[in-house]
């Protein structure tokens, strides 16, 4: 899933030395129309394809909007009123944000395990503060948290690079209107008096929009060059980073600083304008995609047609942009915030009951709308029409002008009289939208909610891992009694420990409620991850660590085994620190690696922070170790995953296999490599594992990737000669060709792909048993 994003507040005033202050743009409303409804079907239905740079439009357009504002109060009073807007700011922003960042928290506790539940918190919290678009930076570049599921509040990080940005740009318009002002007094002194006050207006305005359009300018050039240097290095980061986003704001912005000047422009000019940004914004919904660089360079594709349509508004109404200026898309933009705000969580809280598909895609859609309505008519529009954070002091710039500082009687009567038309919009609002239309919007959830419920009933039960499994076969019966899967004779007065694993496999795949004694519970496993691995600190970015620290068994065992690999090595540590400490004396192991670097002989490329940059040192040195100490063992363990090099060239499991058996080859001991497969991807347990799941949603097959990977191994072994190992992972993770979250009473991964490491170590005596099976220990 892409991810996704954040809109601006959907009814801001507009903008424009043509357009009244108070009047709402219809083609800015149908351009909010427009991105929130490809936001949204690009994340329900997956269409189209670029849907997610909505955002890039919602950034242009409230650039635009707060800008001229912040300009219009500055020319219109002489000074920027930080409290009003500020004070405007949180009435559109806070009330429907909060209902949906508590309705989301109370959703989480009842459909979430609690490892998730408390993640959806954490997510939560960042984002009242507005910070969490760092966070989720921050998360996507940690190894270990990157494939975690995703937030149902991961679309607020954009509304933080919003609030970040007016945190620090009202100041700067502020200062520039101080100095403006200043200025512009020095040059009208000793003038006639009425033909001063003109020229100081006209020059204050000019002035001030040159010095705000050269500062915005520079701003948001250098947020666009950072943009496409930290696109290339650290994309995830520069997705989720404010500082190559701001320069969308600031194009915004120039538009709005202009606006003077582009309310003269010719008619056809603004037709013709209008419309080839109104195809562009189009165009890019289907031309990029997600894996294309982004946001720098090819944000600029929306952020610039976006920019012509607003451009093009500036002098007059576009009413012959007729798809985005009619009465729905005036609706549906006046409805986006509300809109965008619920429809992620609600899409990720229907995906937990109900499997994907047509139907449940209809719902998604239906409930997010019935939620918005109700949202807009009975929070939103209330709480940003009321009295609440109107400074006591100037009010907006309207009908009732404004007073002579120098009368504190009249200045009071005018405050009063502002206060006054507020609280008669208020009422206004309240008689036109009053409990009938709020109890009709209820009413469509609750029908909504009934078709949800419906088809939750009609197809629960029909997944296509709901097996009907018998309670499980006895210990043998799955492999046909002792011996390994490739049939190599071991001695067969001694009990396979792969077939109680195979029966507890079989059991779990076939059970339909989760196990009340899973030691360690699977909450517990999710939450703690690889923490609890003896090896985790030999296999952390940075310097190569001691080879003795990384050591298990007897100092003077007479044989050595290496395990090295990525993080699927490392989740075989706990395992093989039980064969060294129950070999009698006879095996030490080390285990030393990289979670995040595959060990072959290119770089494959990885997102993890430091990975890149620590990975080809720590091949070298364990390539060094091993062939400096010519062990009797080297177990290497790496994903069966597809990737790319670190230059972007696409990697096949072939070809990943081929540079596997390549970089082993330095080692210097053929005969000795042993490849031990990972087990097949499992399911997302942050959407499997819940209050209202059962296991049959977390049994997945073999997937198809680890099927070629082991395909290319077996076949790269017999044509090398060296008489290398293989060993699959199959007989420990998967019975009958299901894989399920748990055997016995412990959970075998604690994400899609790393065992925890109580299933690693209960592991041991099978894969002792495999390696004697084919002559090696």
Not at 559 to 578: E, I, M, Q, R
Request: charged share 15%.
């Amino acid at each position: 899933m892409t991810t996704i994003t954040q809109t601006t507040p959907p009814t801001a005033p507009t903008d424009g030395a043509a357009a009244s202050p108070n009047r709402t743009r219809a083609d800015i409303q149908g351009l909010r129309a427009l991105a929130v409804t490809a936001v949204i079907l690009g994340h329900v239905v997956g269409w189209p394809s670029g849907g997610f740079v909505g955002v890039d439009v919602f950034f242009v357009i409230s650039g635009f909007l707060i800008t001229g504002l912040l300009l219009r109060d500055g020319e219109t009073h002489g000074s920027v009123s930080l409290r009003r807007f500020y004070g405007r700011r949180m009435r559109r922003i806070a009330p429907a944000a909060v209902t949906v960042l508590v309705a989301t928290v109370v959703g989480a506790y009842f459909l979430f395990n609690q490892p998730r539940f408390w993640s959806t918190v954490g997510d939560a919290v960042y984002s009242f503060f507005f910070v969490v678009n760092w966070h989720f930076a921050a998360q996507g570049t940690d190894y270990f948290h990157a494939a975690d599921a995703v937030s149902p509040l991961q679309h607020f990080w954009s509304l933080s690079v919003e609030e970040q940005f007016y945190l620090v740009w009202p100041w700067i318009v502020v200062i520039v209107v101080a100095l403006v002002l200043r200025g512009t007094r020095a040059v009208a002194a000793g003038t006639d008096a009425a033909a001063a006050d003109a020229a100081a207006a006209r020059a204050r305005r000019i002035r001030l929009r040159v010095l705000v359009g050269v500062l915005l300018g520079a701003i948001s050039l250098a947020s666009f060059a950072f943009a496409v240097l930290q696109t290339e290095s650290t994309p995830t980061v520069a997705y989720f980073s404010t500082l190559t986003r701001v320069w969308e704001l600031g194009v915004g912005g120039l538009i709005a600083v202009g606006a003077p000047l582009f309310a003269r422009l010719p008619l056809a000019l603004r037709v013709l304008g209008g419309w080839a940004g109104l195809v562009g914004v189009v165009a890019s919904f289907f031309l990029i995609d997600d894996a294309m660089p982004f946001p720098g360079p090819w944000a600029a594709l929306p952020v610039l047609a976006t920019a012509m349509v607003i451009l093009a508004g500036v002098g007059g109404a576009q009413r012959h942009l007729f798809p985005i200026v009619n009465p729905v898309t005036s609706y549906i933009g006046g409805l986006s915030y509300s809109l965008y705000l619920w429809h992620f969580p609600v899409l990720v809280f229907v995906l937990m009951l109900l499997p994907a598909g047509l139907e449940v895609n209809l719902v998604i859609l239906g409930l997010a709308f019935a939620i918005a309505l109700v949202t807009y008519y009975l929070i939103e529009q209330p709480l940003h029409r009321s009295p609440w954070l109107e400074p006591r002091g100037r009010g907006p710039a309207d009908a009732h002008g404004s007073a002579d500082p120098a009368d504190p009687s009249a200045a009071a009567q005018v405050r009063e009289a502002r206060r006054e038309q507020r609280r008669e919009e208020w009422q206004d609002w309240r008689d036109r939208f009053g409990a009938q239309f709020i109890l009709s919007s209820i009413g469509a959830i609750v029908i909504v909610v009934v078709v949800a419920v419906t088809v939750q009933l009609s197809v629960r039960g029909s997944g296509p891992f709901d097996l009907a499994l018998p309670s499980g076969p006895a210990a043998g019966d799955i492999l046909g009694g002792s011996g390994s899967p490739d049939g190599t004779a071991v001695d067969p007065s001694a009990t396979n420990p792969e077939d109680q694993l195979q029966a507890d496999l079989w059991a779990a795949a076939g059970a339909t409620e989760w196990p009340s004694d899973l030691s360690p519970s699977m909450d517990t496993a999710i939450a703690q991850n690889s923490s609890r691995n003896p090896a985790n600190a030999c296999f952390e970015v940075g310097a190569t660590p001691d080879e003795g620290s990384c050591t298990w068994g007897s100092g003077d065992a007479p044989n050595h085994l290496y395990l090295v690999g990525d993080s699927t090595a490392l989740a075989y540590a706990p395992a093989f620190k039980w064969l060294a400490e129950n070999s009698g004396g006879a095996w030490k192991v080390t285990a030393i690696g990289l979670y995040g670097c595959r060990f072959t002989d290119v770089l494959v490329q990885n997102g993890g922070a430091g990975v890149m940059d620590s990975c080809p040192q720590r091949k070298n040195d364990v390539a060094a170790m091993i062939a400096a100490d010519a062990p009797q063992l080297v177990v290497v363990s790496n994903a069966f995953a597809l990737g790319q090099t670190d230059t972007g060239r696409p990697l096949s499991a072939t070809d990943l296999v081929a540079s596997t058996v390549a970089e082993t080859a330095e080692y210097g001991v053929p005969g000795h490599i042993v490849y031990l497969a990972p087990p097949p991807l499992g399911a997302d347990l942050g959407t499997c594992y819940s209050p209202v799941t059962s296991p049959q949603d977390c049994n997945t097959g073999v997937d198809q990737a680890w099927t070629d990977f082991e395909a290319a191994t077996t076949a790269a072994l017999a044509a090398s000669g060296t008489g290398d190992h293989y060993i699959s992972s199959l007989p420990f993770s998967c019975a009958q060709g299901y894989c399920p979250a748990f055997a016995g009473t412990r959970p075998t991964k604690y994400d899609t792909v790393h065992m925890t490491p109580e299933y690693s170590e209960h592991i041991a005596p099978a894969l002792r048993w495999e390696l004697a099976a084919q002559g090696l220990m």
